[in-house]
């Protein structure tokens, strides 16, 4: 027998997809000053639909930078209390000639919603709202007491987010937090999530001259910054894939046999996978795919650039150039230790002939997992075998969601991935998109969920 909720929910979708459509032309990047009107415009769509659904005290939380907004329904006393998260900022859309369609214009074919946003998080947050307004509207209330928690920096690392939750504990006390974000693994395997990689970025500078030089004039006898800054960064790696800062591996424990054997019994396969992506193989020697992704740490460079970059040449030696890092973190490693060593490193690298300078303002998140039996993973796992017919398979991530270290940290609670967007979805890249079919199984498992949360006397 169809839930009446969700039979009311489903009815919506096109009114849902229609206000995803309105979330998606709201350019929220929060990296960018110059978007702060589409900041605003998502914040407004969503306080807008959080008050026409039932939620009360709806208000926004400061916490330096981009608001985050905050909402509540407190009619279930004496029951657990849920935080809801999900976050209204996306990534910059560039390269912008690589999209099929304008990433700011939501497009419909083959059965997905293209545009920024769409699956990171726009999409699967909405689902959640619309699923939790269909159960408000059919059943006059919800099974446990629920707060929502919007987050505007979720792209730039969540640097505002722990100040937010020191400053308002009350607002947002709760017993567990269910994540909107996070992103299933596999569209064709029931899975959750349970434990993400931690982060940590860092750019840095070199300068060799007091400013860009003639090449012909001074080629060959005065350092050249990109140069420079090319073999530091080659440095970062030996010739077996492992990072080469000083103890980065310090504190990690190989995986045993039984996780070994976990993994391996998990249907995948690596070279399906990587046609996706394009990509051949490379990573850490001695380890599997799904062990580098899930449970090894990892170094990227994510931007270098310097000198001349326009049509054409410039015969130019640079004074400058500049690099973007970013880390992956595993259980045992320790943030600041980390960055510490990192700084320490490139500052060992760098060559008597070249000025280092180092800015590391993002936050520094540590790995999380959710223990096994927790109450609110067991809950959601059980949805998901009502809503798809099988019990879905705890697997880990390898990206990371700084709300998992810092809610654990703050508010003393876990944080459990509930998002119906997609791995392969093209997070952060052109023509990201998010499948129609994910609004519908969304909702369903959503709901789902707060069914059977309508029996559980403990979140955590």
């Known amino acids: 027998m169809t839930d009446p909720a969700l039979t009311r929910a489903l009815a919506g979708r096109q009114t849902l997809i229609a206000q995803l459509s309105d979330l998606i032309a709201c350019p929220s990047v929060s990296a960018d000053p110059a978007s702060e009107p589409g900041m605003e415009a998502a914040r407004r769509l969503f306080e807008a639909f959080l008050a026409e659904t039932g939620f009360h005290h709806i208000r926004r939380l400061d916490g330096g930078g981009h608001p985050a907004i905050a909402a509540e329904w407190m009619g279930a006393p004496g029951r657990p209390t849920l935080l809801v998260y999900g976050h209204y900022d996306v990534q910059p859309p560039d390269p912008l000639d690589r999209w099929t369609t304008p990433p700011f214009a939501a497009s419909i074919r083959d059965g997905r919603i293209h545009g920024r946003g769409a699956a990171d998080d726009k999409g699967p947050l909405l689902v959640a709202l619309a699923a939790l307004a269909a159960v408000l509207a059919e059943d006059g209330g919800l099974p446990v007491n629920v707060r929502i928690l919007i987050e505007g920096e979720e792209e730039l690392g969540s640097r505002s987010l722990e100040r937010i939750l020191s400053d308002h504990l009350e607002t947002l006390a709760c017993d567990a937090v269910l994540s909107a974000d996070g992103a299933r693994w596999r569209a064709d395997l029931p899975t959750l999530n349970m434990a993400t990689r931690g982060i ?146 490139l500052k060992a690298l760098c060559p008597d002939h ?28 059980d949805a998901l075998a009502r809503t798809s017919g099988a019990a879905p398979l705890l697997v880990r991530i390898g990206a990371s969601l700084p709300i998992c270290d810092i809610v654990r940290r703050i508010l003393g609670c876990d944080v459990v991935m509930f998002s119906f967007a997609t791995a392969d979805e093209n997070f952060h890249a052109p023509d990201e998109f998010f499948r129609l079919s994910s609004i519908d199984e969304g909702l369903a498992a959503w709901i789902a969920l707060l069914r059977v949360l309508e029996g559980s006397e403990n979140l955590s």
């Open 354 to 381: 070249a000025d280092l300078a180092v800015s590391t303002d993002s936050l520094w998140t540590a790995a999380t997992a959710v223990r096994r039996d927790h109450p609110l993973l067991k809950a959601a796992g």
């Open 200 to 345: 940590g970025t860092l750019e840095f500078s070199v300068r060799t001259a007091a400013k860009d030089l003639h090449s012909g004039r001074y080629g060959g006898v005065v350092p050249n910054a990109l140069h420079v800054i090319s073999c530091i960064l080659a440095a970062l790696h030996d010739d077996q894939g492992r990072v080469t800062i000083p103890n980065f591996y310090d504190g990690i424990a190989d995986p045993d046999v039984a996780l070994r054997e976990e993994l391996a019994a998990i249907p995948f396969s690596v070279d399906d996978w990587l046609a996706g992506a394009g990509a051949a193989p490379v990573g850490e020697a001695g380890f599997g795919t799904l062990e580098r992704l899930w449970l090894r740490p990892c170094l990227d460079v994510n931007g270098l650039y310097g000198g001349y970059c326009g049509p054409g040449s410039k015969t130019v030696i640079p004074s400058e150039a500049h690099a973007k890092l970013s880390l992956r973190l595993v259980p045992g490693q320790h943030p600041e230790n980390i960055r510490s060593s990192l700084v320490a490193h």
